[in-house]
């Protein structure tokens, strides 16, 4: 079945930088990939997503691109704000299964002052 | 619309007991997908209803089942529950799910916390 790998696991920026975090997965048949925002307590939210006839997305200070052959994607958050400090889950998912998302472990971004 | 809403937000069990936790979904989602999140293992899926079908099915034992009503709602349970089964239990809802991932994007509900003791 479908792995993804999460990485780093926790990530410390200061306020006005910008963080990356990275995905792999293995399954080629993979097609779309979606990030979430979880905070303290708080439900899943999905900040972007991409799929695979796209090699990158932008949504403001948010950006995702997609690498199909290294079977890589990443997220890219710039300029960034206290209210950014969460945990951030990669996934992925494909035509056929779209609803079994497979998710990274997750990586805890924390935004310091 | 109103976002998914899930019933218990909160459950206390001990070992051995069942448990029943139920799902609404986004008004004219059919697709439901059920996750279970712990600190250990991450967010891991259980199993999605389509049209009061399981279509898609994760890694769990048995013990773990589910349903859906014909207006979409869903209910997970737990029976002869284990305290390695204390999670947050998610559900997700999307308009289309499965076959097509043009309309998959999934929408999590605040979640049921189990605590077994």
């Known amino acids: 079945g479908e792995n993804v790998e999460q990485h780093p696991s926790t990530l410390s920026v200061q306020e006005g930088d910008s963080a990356v975090i990275k995905c792999t997965y293995s399954d080629s048949a993979s097609n779309y990939f979606p990030w979430y925002k979880q905070e303290l307590g708080k439900r899943p939210q999905l900040i972007i997503d991409i799929r695979s006839n796209v090699g990158e997305k932008k949504d403001q200070r948010i950006a995702v691109t997609l690498n199909k052959t290294a079977k890589h994607f990443s997220l890219h958050i710039t300029e960034t704000q206290p209210e950014d400090s969460a945990v951030y889950f990669c996934?992925?998912?494909?035509?056929?299964?779209?609803?079994?998302?497979?998710f990274g472990t997750g990586t805890r971004l924390q935004v310091m002052l | 619309k109103a976002g998914v809403t899930q019933t218990p937000r909160y459950l206390i069990k001990t070992r051995g007991q069942q448990v029943t936790l139920s799902c609404s979904p986004i008004?004219?989602?059919?697709?439901v997908s059920w996750y279970q999140q712990t600190p250990g293992q991450g967010l891991q899926f259980l199993f999605e209803y389509f049209s009061e079908t399981q279509r898609n099915k994760g890694n769990f034992p048995g013990r773990f089942s589910g349903r859906q009503f014909s207006n979409s709602r869903s209910e997970m349970n737990v029976s002869t529950l284990e305290l390695g089964d204390s999670a947050l239990y998610l559900c997700?809802?999307?308009?289309?799910?499965?076959?097509?991932?043009?309309?998959?994007?999934?929408?999590f509900g605040p979640g049921t916390r189990l605590l077994v003791l």
């Open positions: 008004s004219g989602h059919r697709s």
């Open positions: 996934a992925a998912s494909k035509t056929g299964t779209a609803s079994k998302l497979t």
């Open positions: 997700a809802s999307s308009s289309l799910g499965g076959q097509t991932t043009q309309k998959e994007t999934q929408y």
